[in-house]
């Protein structure tokens, strides 16, 4: 069965520090990793997409590393900020035919940043 | 405003009623979605659309009726809704380029 596992759960962290999220996942075969920040009451919004020969993606303060060998995804941010506070969730594809990509959603990092 | 738009935000309705989300796109999307989001769960799809009048299941569609008769609009309709369908509701649409989510109805049954 197709699973996406993240770590940790849920993460409080300095505002300006430093973090990185975990996503391992099984799916297989594989297409691409998503990466989706989602506010809480918001839909996900995505942040990165990441295809099997990428090994690394960002997006401002974003940063999306892929090892499809070990199947582990991580995302850093960099010098967190209050609005860095939301959940984190990974995303996998097994499928490039967009529309039936079979997208398998982990449950999400909550990360909160205080001041 | 362009974007993609839930309707209602929030509901509450008894065991055995009859609900219908609704969900409507200004960009002409062929693809729409209905996901489902629940604590210790990721998303998972309902259902979804490759455009007007064509549907298809995805990973829990039972209880659950759609219709696509207008390729902007997606209603979900719960046919008789029972509390395992307590849940939040998103919809979705998206291209070869990624997805794009409604900020989602929060649905309650009592």
């Known amino acids: 069965k197709n699973q996406v596992e993240q770590s940790p759960q849920s993460l409080i962290i300095l505002e300006g520090k430093n973090c990185t999220l975990q996503?391992?996942?099984?799916?297989?075969?594989?297409?691409?990793l998503r990466w989706y920040k989602q506010d809480t009451g918001r839909g996900p919004v995505s942040l990165t997409i990441?295809?099997?020969?990428?090994n690394t993606k960002s997006n401002g303060r974003y940063t999306a590393t892929l090892d499809a060998d070990t199947k582990q995804s991580s995302l850093h941010i960099t010098a967190s900020q209050l609005s860095d506070s939301a959940s984190y969730i990974c995303?996998?594809?097994?499928?490039?035919?967009?529309?039936?990509?079979?997208?398998?959603f982990g449950t999400g990092t909550r990360l909160t940043i205080i001041p | 405003d362009a974007g993609i738009t839930q309707s209602p935000r929030y509901k509450i309705t008894e065991t055995g009623r009859q609900v219908t989300l609704m969900c409507h796109q200004t960009?002409?999307?062929?693809?729409m979605f209905w996901y489902r989001q629940d604590l210790g769960h990721g998303l998972r799809l309902i259902y979804y659309?490759?455009?007007?009048?064509?549907?298809d299941k995805g990973e829990v569609p039972d209880g659950y009726v759609v219709s696509r008769s207008k390729t902007e609009n997606f209603p979900l309709t719960l046919e008789s809704a029972t509390r395992s369908q307590t849940s939040v509701y998103f919809c979705?649409?998206?291209?070869?380029?990624?997805?794009?989510f409604g900020s989602g109805t929060r649905l309650t049954v009592v």
């Open positions: 995303v996998v594809s097994p499928l490039s035919n967009f529309g039936n990509e079979k997208l398998t």
């Open positions: 990441m295809t099997f020969s990428e």
């Open positions: 960009w002409s999307h062929s693809y």
């Open positions: 659309s490759a455009a007007a009048d064509i549907t």
């Open positions: 996503c391992n996942y099984t799916v297989s075969p594989f297409s691409n």
């Open positions: 979705a649409t998206g291209t070869s380029y990624g997805y794009t």
